[in-house]
Every structure is written in structure tokens, then in C-alpha cells.
């Protein structure tokens, strides 16, 4: 599951934990934890967390009944930081790594894409997943793009002529990564905004991913964006969740 709670759910963290709580995940990546929430104590899950440069935490919350190996942060500067863990498998070491991508520039996506990659390189068993804040390659974003106030609108868009700046999103794709929500999603795509938590910067986009490793998607059965009940008062991002078995 990933999870954008918004400015660290001031007011709404029950909100948000009972949320998970329906799910009932494994492994939970939660962007934007300002003023430091504590979701480990709240969800009784194990909690990790990586401190960034300039924005928010990111978290990795995994269930007491997987063994973790190792956790701790992407070692690169990214201005909302990155989460790391790896957890043992009965096939193997999987590494799970919660993301939230620089959201005004496409180009500082793209170096932050590359990083994560870089982490992964040489794990056959990894899953990348957050709120990725890029546009995808595969779909026509024209009527997505034209709803959007201009400010906002800028930026998805690459120089003047260039089009939809999808790179953050086509650099992992081209580095072997899948889409899960491509691979087995159903329901809708987007992401972005719920009907009650804010967002009104937000037309409706596909911001938040899961995207993994061949190996690690085959294994995946099931994807889908959480909607309904809490979830369109929780935060302005639906949480996304996936379905898999290792």
C-alpha cells in the first residue's frame, strides 16, 4: 500500500490509521509526514523513517510478522527522502523502497527516478512505490492537463513545445520496472483529488505508483486505488494498494 496522508494528517490521523486499517497491508509506504506522526505506535505495525533535505519524511510501515533484514534511507539527497527496507522472503531478500518525488520539476524528478533505480540495481525482487508526482507515458494526459490551472499545470510540462514531461515515470519503465496497476489494476486510475480531503490544486491524475522489478510483478494478482468511506475525507491522495505472494 502506498499512502500520501497530507501534511502529516493534522486532525485526521485517526482518519488515516483506520484507513490502513481496512486494508490491512503488509507493507505500507506514507508520504508527507510533517510534525512526525507516529503511525508505528498508532497502527501497531514496525515504523521506519527517512528525514529529508528540504521536505517532508517519507515511512515504511511493515507487519510484525515479516522479518526485516535491513531498513533505513536512500542515501541521496532527495528533497523528500526516500525509505528503505529489505524483508525476507521464502524466495529471497525483498526490497521495498517508499518514495515521494520532487513535485515542481520534471528534470529534479527525473535525477530523483534515477537514484532509486541506482538503489535497486542488482536486487531481482524490489518494488518502488509512492507518490511519484509524474505523469505516466501511456496515457493521453491532453483533457487532464487543459482542467488544470495554469500554475499548476506547469509542472507536468517540459520547455515551451516540448510536451508532457512523463520522464520521471519512462526513465523506470525503460530500466525494467513494471506498472503494477498496468499489469492487474481495475477500478479507476486516479489518484488524485478525493472528494472531501482538499486538493484543489488537483485535477484527476495518477500520481501515486507501484512499480516493480519483473520478477517481483509476476507475483503481483491485484491493483487497486482505495476509494469510498474515509478515504475521500482522509487526505487529497486515495491510497493505492496492491495484491502479491511471495
Not at 533505513?72 to 527522502?81: E, K, N, Q
Not at 528503505?84 to 518514495?99: E, F, M, N
Not at 529534479?108 to 541506482?118: H, K, Y
Request: hydrophobic content about 45%.
Amino acid at each position: 500500500m502506498t499512502y500520501n496522508i497530507r501534511n502529516g494528517a493534522k486532525g485526521r490521523l485517526d482518519a488515516v490509521v483506520r484507513v490502513i486499517a481496512e486494508q490491512a497491508p503488509d507493507v505500507v509506504a506514507v508520504q508527507e509526514l510533517r510534525g512526525g506522526p507516529d503511525l508505528g505506535a498508532a497502527t501497531g505495525m514496525r515504523w521506519h523513517v527517512a528525514r529529508p533535505t528540504g521536505g517532508q519524511p517519507v515511512g515504511l510501515l511493515v507487519a510484525r510478522h515479516l522479518r526485516v533484514l535491513a531498513a533505513g534511507s536512500v542515501p541521496r539527497p532527495f528533497f523528500h527522502a526516500a525509505a528503505w527496507a529489505r524483508l525476507a522472503t521464502p524466495s529471497g531478500p525483498l526490497t521495498v523502497v517508499g518514495a515521494h518525488l520532487f513535485p515542481l520539476w520534471g528534470r529534479v524528478r527525473l535525477r530523483e527516478a534515477r537514484w532509486l533505480a541506482g538503489f535497486v540495481r542488482g536486487r531481482p525482487e524490489a518494488v518502488i512505490m509512492g507518490d511519484l508526482n509524474s505523469l505516466d507515458p501511456w496515457t493521453d494526459h491532453g483533457v487532464q492537463l487543459a482542467t488544470l490551472a495554469p500554475q499548476y499545470r506547469s509542472r507536468h510540462l517540459r520547455r515551451i513545445g516540448r510536451g508532457v514531461d512523463t520522464r520521471a515515470m519512462a526513465f523506470l519503465a525503460r530500466r525494467g520496472f513494471v506498472d503494477v496497476y498496468r499489469r492487474c489494476g481495475t477500478g479507476q486510475p486516479w489518484t488524485v483529488p478525493t472528494t472531501r480531503g482538499g486538493g484543489a490544486e488537483f485535477t484527476e491524475l495518477r500520481l501515486d505508483y507501484i512499480m516493480a522489478t519483473p520478477a517481483a510483478a509476476a507475483r503481483f494478482t491485484e491493483c487497486r486505488v482505495v476509494t469510498g468511506g474515509e478515504a475521500e475525507s482522509a487526505s487529497d491522495h486515495y491510497p493505492l494498494v496492491a495484491r502479491a505472494a511471495w
